[in-house]
């Protein structure tokens, strides 16, 4: 199964790559690491459109990594993965 957002919408796969100790050598439970912000863009929609109908296209694209806002979007669980649905206002960097 795939999943194709709609308008200005983006699928990102958020990155694992959180550290699970402390510099001090605690280990931090899954459960007490914050989700994290940064992820891969996946499938980008066709774009928003203006006033007068016309397209307005995404400036991300597919394989960019990228910084969004900590509380936005929708978790989807597909296939045993989990992925968010983004509104393009939600992402506030690309990550280089």
Request: proline letters at 5%; charged letters at 30%; hydrophobic letters at 40%.
């Amino acid at each position: 199964m795939e999943l194709q957002p709609l308008g200005d919408r983006v699928v990102v796969k958020a990155s694992d790559d959180l550290e699970s100790t402390t510099p001090s050598g605690l280990v931090i439970p899954d459960t007490a690491k914050e989700k994290p912000q940064i992820g891969e863009i996946i499938a980008v929609g066709p774009g928003g459109r203006n006033d007068d109908g016309e397209r307005i296209a995404v400036e991300v694209g597919v394989g960019d990594r990228v910084l969004y806002s900590k509380f936005a979007g929708t978790e989807v669980k597909l296939d045993g993965d989990e992925y968010l649905v983004l509104a393009e206002r939600d992402i506030l960097a690309i990550v280089k």
